[in-house]
């Protein structure tokens, strides 16, 4: 077990910086992980803490160990990090049993000590019997716990996993979720998880680092994430939060201050100390919008019912803000049909800090 | 920290250490040692060598000979290899693998063994003519003799590499690029000319390019043809000066060697000029478009093509054996007459041709576990390395096979002709200065398949490794090589395949004591003794079609192409 720091990592390839400036430290037995769109830069992070690129300044520290500078890298076979792929990456030409012990081997172990890790590991992961199986005879799901065996037996400081439900089928994910959570709480190893599926690092993860653009630009927990997303692209990325402009009436008094926004007034979380202030932005979510025919709100039009079984995902145009669509849902019965006027309440929301949109 | 920094850089700085030095000495140090011959005999730079040799009329002679037969080889090969391609790749054509298979089959076979093939096909002596008593009589000349013979077996030969880089043209050609063109209105045979053909100049041009310096470079057909009417190319005129003259005309053969060499490379750029005119890229992929239905004609195609494959593989083949089997020049093949008694000639009794089997053997087996050997890590430097300029490593091991043998031959023996310096060693007239000119000239054939291996692996199978805690020595050991193995394996069986009858290069080098097959049998041929030669034929293409056999069992763990005769 260890901690891990990044510290004002940059990695540029030939004409742009894949990572930019990141420091993100992840503490003893956490569970952090890295979310952001493809292309944000999350795999080369990845690499770059493994060992496989060489950052092109800052620094990564495992424990208390510089593992990467500008001055140098050790060797990925030298890190005694655990990696669990997104492929599951098993040799083909080797059985299950292994596959799970080639570490074991390679550091040149005791046989029947060797043995006995693997029977362990193979164990953990509820495949015990199925050794001398060869990869192409598995299912998915027992491969990804394969990869999973393969890794923990070298007991790493640290287990990197990389997108590894993406080639799973659904019901697979949800099963295997449960058990990456469980193998977390069992061992208690730092793991650093990169996805692209927010469920996923939502249900798993103690803190999230959100991608964009090589940068991170937020690093939270999943609650704080939700309802205090720190700039605009936090905002939008996290459940598809809304953005409305707004200006701020008041200052912050417990947590709270006034804004107008849609021509109406309303009360939003903010952080301690904002004051009042002309072009802001808030940030509000789909349970936080109503419909209130007859009380205070705004009114607009309904662009588009899409009933999704249960409840309908409604299309709202304010009058206030033609340019501007906000989405909501209203269970059944559905009383809204596309075209019509309709008034709507917010009733709370989020004020994005200054400074920080991206 | 420094300390396991450098470490870890160490075993991968010993690998690439190490392939370069592999690699100069096998490709760059003959060719260099050649070009200095050239422009500075002697040591100081100087004309002489050139301008001696181009004062010299049988050099002219022989070069436009060499064009003769080089353009006219490669007009034929390029005719039929594309039609043969295109009525294979796209028509519904009934027994397609077995028709890939005998068609690719003169590829495996060496050239001067399909001389010696189609010679006793139509020579009055012909056993197979005999049969019908359609034979000339004896003293007739035999037609192949001529220049028009020498062009039909280069067509013969290297018909199948064109076909091999025209199919797989063909094979990526998307279906909808057909199919708009049949819904704008066009027929079959307009699809074919003004779309299909069209798209395919690239593979034509490079498939024309290689049948080209193959022609160029062809050493036994126009050995077995040529020489006998007196009609020399550039490879069969240095053979004949080295053998008259020995080390002393070593600095003339040196410069019609790198002439070959220019008249190849010539051909190459040309491909790569005409090439460039027009975009000729294909974007999309998707499947192969559906085959044409010949319909009526399917039987009459067929029908076709199977001749063909009679005409080119079995007829000779068959003529082959039948020699085989005569015991004397001349002799008529009956029941009464047949033997085997030149097979145990061949085998037992004659010293030189006894030496020769031996020496084959172990040079073909030595040339391919050492590729192989080589390849692997060569190829993980190519394939996955890091480096730009590792990627030029491939176009210097390419070099040896790319010229003709001829050059690397004569670049070998300016190389060791005297001890190797500070170790005395004597190559020179030794079974190892052929040991070496197989390892430079073959290396490639082992190397390309495992590139092909390399990109089909995914990556994070090393990945995986490193982070377990293996080194790259422990990497390549435990799961690269076990992954690549196939790969590289079959490259070494073709390896095999092709130097077990090798000619062109140990021709030029070979000494008493360490004949090859392919010289005894060239010169059991010039001193009239057909029949031995043909029995030693029969025997080397016994062993290539089993080996052919044996590989195929890789064929399912092979990226494919690699087994050039598998459809």
């Known amino acids: 077990m260890a901690r891990l720091s990044l510290d004002h990592v940059t990695k540029s390839f030939a004409n742009f910086d894949a990572v930019k400036d990141v420091s993100i430290d992840v503490a003893d037995g956490e569970f952090l992980a890295v979310l952001g769109p493809s292309g944000c830069g999350k ?64 550091a040149k172990l005791d046989k029947t000590v060797a043995r006995q890790k ?34 923990l037996v070298a007991a790493p400081s ?130 936080d919008l109503d419909v209130s025919p007859h009380g205070p709100g705004f009114d607009g039009l309904v662009k588009r019912v899409i009933y999704q079984g249960g409840a309908a995902r409604i299309e709202f145009t304010p009058a206030a803000g033609p340019d501007l669509t906000l989405h909501f849902e209203q269970p059944d019965p559905v009383t809204l049909e596309s075209g019509a006027q309709a008034r709507l309440r917010i009733r709370s929301g989020w004020l994005i800090p200054v400074g920080t949109a991206s | 920290m420094s300390t396991r920094i450098r470490e870890s850089r160490g075993q991968e700085m010993a690998l690439t250490a190490a392939v370069t030095i592999v690699i100069v000495l096998l490709s760059l140090l003959p060719m260099l040692r050649l070009i200095k011959e050239i422009v500075a005999p002697g040591g100081t730079l100087s004309t002489v060598a050139i301008e001696a040799g181009l004062r010299s009329p049988a050099t002219w002679i022989a070069t436009w000979h060499t064009l003769v037969v080089g353009i006219g080889g490669t007009l034929l090969a390029v005719l039929s290899g594309t039609l043969v391609a295109v009525l294979v790749s796209l028509t519904d054509i009934r027994g397609r693998s077995a028709l890939v298979l005998c068609y690719v089959m003169p590829l495996m076979i060496a050239p001067q063994v399909t001389a010696l093939a189609w010679l006793q096909l139509f020579g009055p002596a012909s056993p197979f003519l005999k049969l019908f008593g359609a034979a000339p009589p004896l003293g007739t000349k035999n037609p192949l003799y001529s220049t028009s013979g020498i062009i039909l077996l280069l067509g013969v030969q290297y018909g199948p590499l064109v076909f091999l880089l025209v199919r797989a043209g063909l094979r990526k050609l998307p279906r909808e690029l057909v199919e708009a063109a049949r819904a704008g209105g066009a027929g079959r045979f307009t699809v074919l000319v003004t779309i299909v053909l069209p798209l395919m100049t690239p593979s034509i041009m490079a498939a024309a390019a290689l049948a080209f310096v193959s022609c160029v470079g062809n050493f036994g057909i126009p050995a077995f043809l040529g020489i006998p009417a007196n009609y020399l190319v550039l490879p069969t005129l240095i053979y004949q000066k080295l053998a008259g003259g020995g080390p002393a005309v070593l600095g003339e053969t040196a410069f019609l060697s790198v002439l070959i060499g220019v008249i ?55 003529g082959l054996v039948l020699t085989s089997l005569v015991p004397g020049y001349g002799i008529a093949l009956t029941a009464k007459t047949a033997t085997l008694d030149n097979y145990r000639f061949v085998l037992f009794e004659h010293d030189a041709a ?159 004591g360490s004949e090859t097959i392919g010289v005894v049998m060239f010169s059991f041929e010039q001193g009239g003794d057909s029949n031995y030669a043909a029995a030693m034929s029969v025997i080397t293409v016994a062993v290539t079609f089993v080996l052919m056999l044996v590989t195929n069992l890789l064929a399912p763990y092979l990226p494919s192409g690699v087994l050039p005769w598998r459809d």
């Open chain 1, 43 to 106: 795999t080369t992070l990845l690499r770059l803490v493994a060992g496989f690129e060489k950052v092109t300044s800052g620094a990564i520290r495992i424990g208390s160990d510089v593992v990467s500078s500008s001055v140098g890298s050790v060797a990925p076979e030298k890190r005694r990090v655990g990696i669990v792929f997104q492929n599951y990456a098993l040799w083909p030409h080797m059985t299950v049993a292994e596959n799970i012990g080639y570490s074991l081997k390679v």
């Open chain 1, 118 to 151: 693997v029977e362990d590991a193979l164990a953990l992961v509820n495949l015990q019997g199925l050794g001398q199986r060869r990869p192409a005879n598995l299912s998915g799901g027992q491969r990804q716990r394969v990869a999973l065996a393969r890794c």
């Open chain 1, 158 to 287: 640290l287990v990197l996993f990389d997108e590894p439900l993406a080639n799973l089928d659904v019901h697979l994910r949800a099963s295997m979720e449960d058990e990456f959570a469980a193998f977390h709480k069992r061992t208690g190893t730092t793991i650093v998880y990169i996805t692209h599926d927010q469920a996923e690092a939502m249900a798993l993860a103690d803190r999230i680092a959100v991608m964009d653009h090589g940068r991170v630009a937020q690093l939270a927990t999943p609650r704080e994430l939700y309802h205090e997303p720190a700039n605009e692209m936090v905002a939008s990325f996290i459940s598809q939060g809304i953005l409305l402009p707004a200006d701020v009436l008041t200052g912050e008094d417990g947590g709270h201050c006034k804004v107008r926004a849609l021509g109406t007034e309303l009360v939003v979380r903010c952080r301690p100390g904002e004051r009042p202030r002309a072009g802001a932005k808030i940030c509000c979510r789909s349970a």
């Open chain 2, 264 to 318: 190849a490379m010539a051909g190459i750029l040309a491909q790569e000029l005409m090439s460039r005119r027009r975009d000729y890229r294909i974007s999309s992929t998707s499947l192969p478009a559906e085959p044409y239905e010949l319909g009526r004609w399917r039987p009459v195609v067929q029908a076709g093509m199977w001749l063909l494959i009679v005409l080119v593989l079995f007829l000779p083949l068959f």
């Open chain 2, 354 to 512: 006894n030496r020769a089997f031996f020496n084959s053997f172990w040079l073909s087996i030595a040339a391919a576990f050492f590729a192989v050997v080589v390849a692997v890590p060569v190829g993980y430097l190519i394939a996955w390395g890091r480096q730009r300029w590792v990627r030029l490593l491939n176009l210097a091991v390419e070099l040896p096979y790319a010229l003709p043998g001829v050059v690397l031959a004569i670049a070998s023996l300016l190389l060791f002709l005297r001890p190797i310096p500070l170790t005395g060693i004597q190559l020179y007239n030794t079974v190892w200065i052929i040991l070496y000119a197989y390892f430079a000239r073959f290396l490639v054939l082992a190397l390309r398949p495992t590139i092909s291996g390399y990109h089909q692996i995914d990556r994070a199978l090393e990945e995986a490794a490193q982070v377990a805690g293996a080194g790259l020595f422990t990497r390549m050991r435990t799961i690269i090589f076990p992954l690549v193995a196939p790969a590289a394996i079959a490259g070494g069986l073709l390896i095999f395949m092709t130097a077990l009858s090798e000619l062109t290069v140990s021709a030029l080098l070979w000494s008493s």
